[in-house]
C-alpha cells in the first residue's frame, strides 16, 4: 500500500524540543483549503492508497473534517491523521469521524504531566490525554506515535502502563511506532542509535508484557543490524524488497559493513543526517535466514492481514474424527516470542468488524470456530467474540492461548460462560527456566501455570495443552507429562513438533532438530502418561510426527481418519517408502521445510496388517 503524506498547515499548539517542522505562522496561500485539497488530488493521482494529514497540528484547522471527506470522496482507501489530540473534544472527534477518518495516530512521547515540559505547553498532556478518550469513544482506531529523543527517555517506560490503564476496556491502540529523529533545533535532544536501540529494546519488551505491539516508524533508524544482537525484536520492522544491492531512500547510504547483510536489498541502510552528526559503533550485519524472514515485508500490510485472519485447519476430535475447522485470528500480536511462532506478531489488528464477518462466514458453513491470535486474550473485544460464535456457530468456541492473562480468573470464568468449551493452551517447558528461555518472556511461565488452573477447575471445560517439541525442550516431555498428570489430570497432552511452515520460522537445526532425537524423550513420556492415566495426541495433526515414526505401543494415541486429497496445499512431502505404507492416506508426511533440513530417510512403510 503506497502512503503519502500531506501537510494541512505548520503551526501548532505545541513547541516539542525535538521538532522541525512547526512555524510560527502558516502562509495564506499554503493553507487554504483549495490548496490543501489540490495536494490531496496529486498524493492520489501518485497512486495513494493511504493519506496522512499532518502538520504542525491539524486539528487547528475548523475544515479539516471537509479535508478528510474530501480525501475519502478521492476514493483514498485510509485516511489517517497525526495529531497531539488536545484540541479534540467528543464532537470534533465524531465529526472526524462521519467525515471518514480511519485512524488516528496520536502524538504521545511519555507518560505523565512531567510530558508537558517536551512539549511546552502546560497542561498538554491533560489535554492531549482527554483528546485520546474522545478519539476513542468516537469509534476512530488510534495508534501511538513516539519520539524516541533524549528528553523523552525517562519518560517512556511508563507510557504502557499509561495507554493500558486509559484505554481499558476499549479497543487497544494497533500499534505503537517509535520514530528517532536525526534533526533537531537543539542537537543535544538527539540520541546515538546505540543509545536509542538499548531504549527501543527495552520499551518493546515492556510493552508486549502488556499486549501492546510495537513498530519502529518507516523512514526510522536505527537500522537492526545497530540493535542488540542477542534481544533484537526484529517484528518491529517491516522492511520491503527495494532495488537490489542499492539505496532504496533519499538521504540514506549504505556503508561497507553492508555488502555481507542478507538484508540490503530491502534496508535503506543509515541516514546521512546521521552518519554527519555521530561517528558509526559496532555493526553485526543481518547473516542468517531466519532473521532476513522476520523483518521482510512480503506483500502489504493489509494482504498479509488478509491472508493470515483465517487458517483453514482438520480439527481431529476425541474418536479421531477430523472436522474442518476455521482458526480466525482476532489479533496478531503477542506477550510471548517463541522462535517458532508461524505467526506475523508485527501486523495489526484486522479491525473488529473483520474478525465478526469472519465469525459469521465460518458459521454460516458450519465449520468448527477456533479463535487464535497471536494471544487472543490481548483483544478487548475477546469475550464478545466468543458469544458470537457460540450463538451462530452452534457448537462449543475453541481458544488457542498461552493463559497468561488467564491468570485473572475473572476473564477465564467469562469466556467459558460466553461459549469457550475447549482452550487449547500452549506451555512448552515443564520449569520457569526452560519454558520462559523457549517464550522469550521471562515471568509468563507462572503466570499461565495459574491460567492453567483456573481453567481446569472450569466444570464442562475441556482442557488441551500443547507441548511443542524443538531442539531445546525435547528432553523435557517425560518431565512435562510428570507436571500435567499431577497438576492437571483430566487435561489431554497434545504433542507437537516444531513446523518451519512459513517464511517467518527459522529453518535452523539448533531449533529443529530431527524426528529420530527426539523420539527416544517421547517414548519415555508415553510411558510415563500410560501409567498416570494421562490421555496424549496430537501425533495425527499437521504439526504431528509421520505416523510411521510413532512409537511402538502408542498406536492407541491416534485413531485419524482418511485426509481429504490437496489438503495441505502442497507444504508436505513424502519419500518412495510412503508409496508401500498402510498409514500413507491419514499421514500428512513431513513438512518441505523439514525436508530441507533433514531429509526424508527417516520414514519407513508400515506394513498392512
Known amino acids: ?213 510495537v513498530k519502529l516508524a518507516p523512514g526510522s533508524g536505527p537500522p537492526p543490524c545497530l540493535l542488540p544482537a542477542r534481544t533484537r525484536p526484529l517484528h518491529i520492522y517491516s522492511l520491503s524488497r527495494g532495488t537490489a544491492g542499492g539505496v532504496v531512500r533519499p538521504g540514506h547510504s549504505h556503508v561497507a559493513a553492508c555488502d555481507g547483510c542478507r538484508v540490503r536489498d530491502r534496508c535503506a541502510g543509515i541516514s546521512d543526517e546521521y552518519l554527519a552528526r555521530a561517528p558509526l559503533g559496532a555493526i553485526e550485519p543481518i547473516r542468517d535466514d531466519r532473521a532476513r524472514r522476520r523483518l521482510s515485508l512480503i506483500s502489504t500490510v493489509e494482504e498479509q492481514v488478509a491472508r493470515e485472519l483465517v487458517t483453514p485447519n482438520l480439527y481431529s476430535d476425541a474418536e479421531g474424527a477430523r472436522l474442518p475447522e476455521e482458526i480466525i485470528r482476532v489479533n496478531f500480536h503477542c506477550n510471548q516470542a517463541c522462535r517458532f511462532c508461524f505467526v506475523s506478531t508485527h501486523l495489526p489488528t484486522a479491525g473488529d468488524e473483520v474478525v465478526r464477518a469472519a465469525i459469521r462466514s465460518a458459521a454460516e458453513r458450519g465449520v468448527k470456530i477456533t479463535l487464535s491470535g497471536g494471544e487472543p486474550t490481548l483483544h478487548p473485544r475477546l469475550v464478545e467474540f466468543v458469544r458470537l460464535a457460540r450463538e451462530l456457530g452452534g457448537r462449543p468456541v475453541q481458544l488457542q492461548t498461552n493463559a497468561v492473562r488467564l491468570d485473572d480468573a475473572a476473564l477465564a470464568l467469562a469466556l467459558h460462560d460466553a461459549g469457550v468449551g475447549e482452550a487449547f493452551v500452549s506451555l512448552h517447558g515443564s520449569t ?51 507436571l500435567v498428570g499431577a497438576r492437571w489430570p483430566r487435561a489431554y497432552l497434545n504433542v507437537s513438533f516444531v513446523a518451519p511452515s512459513t517464511d517467518v520460522v527459522p529453518r535452523d537445526r539448533d531449533l529443529v532438530p530431527r524426528y529420530s532425537d527426539a523420539l527416544p524423550f517421547l517414548v519415555e513420556a508415553l510411558r510415563e502418561a500410560e501409567q498416570l492415566g494421562l490421555r496424549v495426541g496430537g501425533f495425527d495433526s499437521m504439526c504431528g510426527i509421520p505416523l510411521c515414526l510413532v512409537p511402538s505401543g502408542a498406536e492407541g494415541f491416534f485413531r485419524a481418519e482418511a485426509l481429504p486429497p490437496g489438503f495441505d496445499g502442497g507444504e508436505f512431502v513424502k519419500a518412495s517408502a510412503c508409496e508401500r505404507c498402510a498409514l500413507s492416506g491419514r499421514c500428512f508426511g513431513v513438512r518441505r521445510g523439514y525436508a530441507e533440513l533433514h531429509g526424508t530417510d527417516e520414514l519407513r512403510a508400515v506394513p498392512s496388517r
Not at 496522512?52 to 471537509?66: A, K, M
Not at 489535554?127 to 476512530?140: K, T
Not at 509468563?444 to 492453567?452: N, P, W, Y
Open 1 to 213: 500500500m503506497r502512503s503519502e503524506r500531506v501537510f494541512t498547515n505548520l503551526t501548532c499548539n505545541q513547541a516539542c524540543v525535538f521538532c522541525v517542522s512547526r512555524r510560527p505562522v502558516d502562509e495564506r496561500r499554503f493553507v487554504a483549503t483549495a490548496a490543501v485539497q489540490a495536494r490531496i488530488d496529486a498524493a492520489v493521482e501518485l497512486g495513494a492508497s493511504e493519506l496522512v494529514l499532518t502538520g504542525g497540528e491539524p486539528t487547528l484547522r475548523r475544515d479539516l473534517p471537509r479535508l478528510v471527506a474530501h480525501a475519502k470522496a478521492r476514493g483514498t482507501r485510509s485516511v489517517v491523521l497525526e495529531t497531539n489530540a488536545a484540541t479534540l473534544d467528543r464532537a470534533r472527534a465524531e465529526a472526524l469521524r462521519e467525515a471518514g477518518l480511519d485512524v488516528a495516530r496520536v502524538h504521545l512521547s511519555g507518560w505523565g504531566e512531567a510530558l508537558d515540559e517536551v512539549t511546552r505547553d502546560p497542561g498538554g498532556f491533560a489535554s492531549s490525554r482527554a483528546g485520546l478518550l474522545a478519539l476513542l469513544d468516537a469509534g476512530i482506531a488510534i495508534e501511538i506515535a513516539v519520539a524516541v529523543v533524549r528528553s523523552t527517555l525517562p519518560l517512556l517506560p511508563s507510557l504502557p502502563s499509561g495507554l493500558v490503564a486509559l484505554f481499558e476496556g476499549r479497543p487497544m491502540p494497533r500499534a505503537i511506532s517509535l520514530a528517532v529523529p536525526t534533526r533537531s533545533p537543539d542537537e543535544r535532544e538527539l540520541l546515538r542509535y546505540e543509545e536509542a536501540g538499548a531504549a527501543i529494546v527495552a520499551f518493546e519488551r515492556a510493552a508486549r508484557g502488556f499486549g501492546l505491539p
Open 432 to 482: 520457569a527456566a526452560l519454558s520462559d528461555a523457549v517464550t522469550s518472556a521471562p515471568g509468563t511461565f507462572a503466570r499461565t501455570v495459574v491460567g492453567l488452573d483456573h481453567l481446569h477447575a472450569l466444570e464442562g471445560l475441556s482442557l488441551i495443552i500443547n507441548f511443542v517439541i524443538c531442539e531445546s525442550n525435547l528432553h523435557d516431555v517425560p518431565s512435562f507429562v510428570r
